[in-house]
């Protein structure tokens, strides 16, 4: 591989200690500069074994303003960490904030007590005071890190961390460029989320009015009876925040280089707070290869949706000499993140207008198993699978029973007969899914009507089957419950800080858990210390994943083995939503003592 | 450059099924023996089948729901107590469940401060409410008033009342209502409930006991109708009940009088929004006999200007 014909600029390459104490200028690491050639060996990347990272108070610009930011080594997003699958490494993390802070090393299988969860897995990084995570490196792929500690994650506190695999590349590539897409905002995240709670829908600038949206009245009758706006799509957006693609702001336009004919691996992370992405580059098709780290069976699209926390690894082929723009747009179209790919810097292509936004639909309000012919409610999502008005998961629930009519139409929105008696139906829960349906293969939240490919879930098949083939013993669901009015968000009822039950698994045993959303939001569910099995039914098997975007009203489910003896949590990432209760903790027993002491 | 382990699966036309026939000498042999998920039950569950998502390939079960096994139930509670000493972890742990659900904020909303044209002399007036706490307990105040221009003010109260959320959308509230004015001023016992109703009606109701034993009642209702995200109009309703005559304020027992307005705000921010409108006061029933008694009117329009604020 040789790039130096193309020009690279040289810019600053902050991607270690070094420039920490230069006082404030843009800063960013070298993979993440614009006119970035890619990830090189030269790169001053963080490896080895010995990794060091400064927690530390800076500034961060875009847009021409200021403000604020907790970055690692000075630099936003936060260093390139790179290692190699069965290295071991230490990650020396100094504190030089007047607060706690930590590192959550997303995807990673670590033992817990080097999860970085502070009060879970251990008990923070005190302030002036440096920690050292220690632990074998079993995996490879695309991965990131960011803060646990409060909404520290919200002001910068995030990086990527890719892990070559010890054997050969699952995917082949010429070049490779890391894609972190975030939200930044000049407010205080705790003004964030005060004005979430002082007003419904603060944020959202875009509800439906007397003079728009294609609703009919008496459409919007029934919403507003039912209380709920169907423009309610992101609770924070493009009204205050600007989205991101490696730390450039659209304007900023970072560029990433190729040479035409080149294989470029893109590492897509979404690190955002709160944004849900809809990542396409006309004219160029992707090839989706790795999905949350994991080698998927490679699957060509038009448009991915990357929901938070999750990653996508994606193979496109420029080949002619051309500029494409890489578009980052977000779930409720109130903004975009905007990069170019181009084989010089300074070209640039043309930006596609924002969407509209999209309207939720009965199917988002947990009516997707009633037939809606003859509903003159509904909206613009997709029409309700036929024949799946009682399927046997929802009958054992109570949902409904088979050979009879779908639970009948008077029934409220939250009718709380059809919770299970372990979930609280009180004021954090405003909705109760009636007749949720597995949405695992939907089109995702507004690209329904595209007429280009769109991924979905049911597209990515593992290219290395599970290793545990066992089938789940036993199911456990978990009701995705809030109350958009107050704010309030949970599992089953209960926002942590209420004492939820942990959930209780036996070391090794296989589980089924069905995540059912009883929101009309979409919730990225990660779970800790594991990767999971995503029970899309298709023939050529499950995803192996570690988030998983549960959609509005609608049921995921994953197939989990507890392998990982421990405390792990359990949470939604959308941040403010995991800072406003939804979040639980999930219990390996017992122990393995040697391990644990 | 990097090897290449999957090239013709990238060039592949159909990429999945491509890599299929690759991975796998025939489709359904690793059905019968050697992919993830093989065991009929797994690979197609009975939901998806139902949903024509797949075939089941075997006779199909669903694991039943059920508890944690008794070694899951085994200890110790917190792992990372044997790591770090609960004394570290205590704490942690104490913040990391209170930070994660629990939050006290507060707001302060001016609804109403307007300036009112209409017949004989203008007034003024004022009415909002501010609240602190968490998701269920708030404390909460209520104050309005009002006056004539260049005269004292006519009527002022405010509430102190504790506020405990009842279903997702309704807060009730409990506590004191004090009259500064008119004088000679009075204290009540109050008790109400606040909320958000179906069709997006925001509703306010609340009985009030007074320190020389009157009993009345306030019934109020607004609705927001967003002609554009900053251009709302509002119209509310507010009505009086008295079970018995007040003298003191000059109320007769029954409906008392009844306010309906229409303000038209432009919401420059979320935060700020000055409007203008109409509003319409009319004593009704035995009130108004007495109003017109004393020589007043029982009627009243008004072209009202002001603000809308909250912080
Ligand atoms: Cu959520």
Redesign the pocket.
């Known amino acids: 591989m040789n790039d130096t014909t193309l020009g690279r600029r040289s810019l600053l390459r902050a991607g270690a200690l070094g420039l920490a104490g230069l006082g404030f200028d843009m800063k960013f690491p070298a993979w993440a500069t614009t006119g970035s050639a890619g990830l090189r060996a030269d790169m001053p990347t963080l490896a080895g074994e010995d990794i060091r990272l400064r927690v530390a108070h800076d500034r961060f610009s875009v847009g021409g303003r200021t403000g604020h930011a907790i970055t690692i080594n000075g630099v936003l997003p936060a260093p390139l960490i790179r290692l190699r699958e069965g290295q071991t490494v230490r990650l020396h993390v100094e504190n030089t904030l007047d607060e706690d802070t930590s590192i959550h090393w997303h995807g990673l299988i670590v033992p817990f007590q080097m999860d970085g969860v502070p009060g879970i897995s251990f008990p923070g990084i005190r302030p002036g005071t440096t920690f050292t995570y220690e632990f074998p490196i079993r995996q490879s792929g695309t991965y990131w890190y960011h803060s646990h500690s409060g909404l520290q994650e919200q002001v910068g506190h995030y990086g990527p961390l890719v892990i070559d695999p010890a054997g050969a590349e699952p995917a082949a590539y010429d070049r490779e460029h890391v894609i972190v897409l975030s939200d930044w905002t000049f407010l205080h995240p705790h003004q964030v989320i005060t004005k979430l709670k002082q007003k419904d829908a603060y944020f959202n600038r875009q509800k439906q009015t007397a003079t728009t949206g294609e609703m009919s009245v008496a459409e919007r009758i029934s919403w507003s009876k039912m209380r709920m706006d169907p423009a309610d799509i992101s609770d924070v957006n493009g009204s205050t925040y600007s989205f991101l693609i490696n730390g450039h702001g659209p304007n900023e336009n970072w560029t990433g280089l190729f040479r035409p004919g080149e294989r470029v691996r893109l590492r897509f992370i979404n690190a955002s707070a709160m944004t849900i992405f809809n990542v396409r580059i006309p004219g160029l098709p992707m090839t989706v290869v790795l999905a949350d780290g994991q080698p998927v069976r490679p699957v060509e699209t038009d448009e991915f949706q990357i929901s938070v926390a999750e990653t996508y690894d994606v193979i496109v082929e420029p080949t002619s000499d051309q500029a494409y723009s890489l578009i980052a747009e977000a779930i409720d179209r109130s903004g975009m993140g905007r990069a170019t790919l181009a084989p010089r810097v300074g070209m640039t292509a043309a930006i596609p207008p924002l969407r509209k936004r999209p309207t939720l639909s009965m199917r988002d309000m947990g009516m997707g198993g009633m037939d809606m012919s003859g509903m003159d409610m509904g909206g613009t999502g997709a029409p309700a699978m036929g024949g799946a008005a009682c399927p046997p998961e929802h009958a054992a629930m109570g949902h409904c029973k088979p050979g009879q009519p779908a639970a009948p139409m008077h029934h409220g929105m939250r009718e709380k007969s059809l919770m299970p008696p372990t979930v609280k139906v009180g004021v954090g829960v405003d909705m109760v899914s009636a007749m949720p349906v597995d949405r695992t293969g939907d089109r995702p939240l507004g690209l329904e009507k595209e007429p280009h490919r769109v991924l979905t879930y049911h597209d990515l098949a593992p290219l290395v089957p599970f290793h545990d083939k066992r089938p789940p013993t036993r199911t456990i669901d978990i009701h995705?419950t809030?109350n958009m009015g107050r704010f309030m968000?949970s599992f089953d009822g209960r926002k942590m800080n209420e004492g939820a039950e942990p959930i209780r698994l036996e070391r090794d045993e296989r589980v089924r858990v069905n995540l059912i959303n009883d929101?009309m939001?979409?919730?990225?569910?990660h779970i800790h210390g594991h990767f999971f099995e995503l029970v899309t039914g298709q023939d050529h098997g499950h995803p192996i994943k570690h988030t998983v975007n549960v959609m509005p009203g609608g049921i995921a489910s994953f197939d989990l083995t507890a392998d990982a003896p421990g405390d792990w949590p359990l949470h939604?990432?959308?941040l403010y939503?995991?800072h406003a209760g939804?979040m639980n903790v999930v219990k390996v027993r017992p122990m393995d003592d040697g391990e644990a002491a | 450059m990097r090897k290449f382990i999957l090239l013709s699966a990238l060039f592949a036309s159909a990429p999945v099924s491509a890599q299929q026939a690759m991975t796998d000498s025939s489709p359904h042999a690793d059905h019968a023996m050697s992919m993830p998920m093989t065991e009929g039950d797994a690979q197609c569950p009975p939901e998806h089948a139902a949903m024509g998502h797949c075939t089941p390939q075997a006779e199909a079960v669903t694991p039943p729901h059920a508890g944690p096994s008794a070694a899951a139930l085994s200890g110790p509670e917190y792992a990372a107590d044997a790591v770090w000493g609960a004394g570290a972890m205590e704490p942690a742990r104490r913040s990391v469940y209170a930070e994660h659900g629990f939050m006290n904020t507060g707001k302060i909303l001016i609804d109403r401060l307007e300036y009112a044209a209409q017949k004989g002399r203008d007034g003024y007036s004022w009415e909002g409410d501010a609240w602190y706490g968490g998701d269920y307990n708030r404390l909460w105040t209520k104050f309005r008033g009002e006056g004539a221009a260049g005269k004292a003010i006519e009527s002022a109260e405010v509430q102190a009342l504790w506020s405990r959320a009842l279903d997702p959308w309704f807060n009730i509230q409990a506590g004191v209502r004090y009259d500064i004015r008119p004088k000679p001023d009075r204290a009540h016992l109050a008790v109400g409930i606040e909320g958000l109703a179906p069709y997006l009606f925001d509703v306010n109701a609340a009985l009030f006991l007074s320190d020389r034993g009157d009993l009345t009642a306030r019934v109020e209702a607004e609705y927001d109708q967003r002609i554009t995200n900053r251009l709302i109009l509002q119209p509310s309703v507010e009505v009086n009940l008295a079970a018995q005559d007040v003298r003191s304020v000059d109320v007769g027992a029954g409906l008392s009088s009844v306010e309906a307005g229409l303000r038209l705000r432009y919401e420059f921010v979320p935060e700020f929004a000055p409007y203008f409108g109409f509003e319409y006061e009319g004593l009704v029933g035995r009130t108004a006999r007495l109003a017109r008694a004393g020589g007043e009117d029982a009627n009243r329009a008004k072209f009202v200007i002001g603000i809308r604020t909250w912080f």
């Open positions: 995705l809030g968000w929101t939001m979409n919730h990225p569910i939604c990432h959308l939503h995991m939804m």
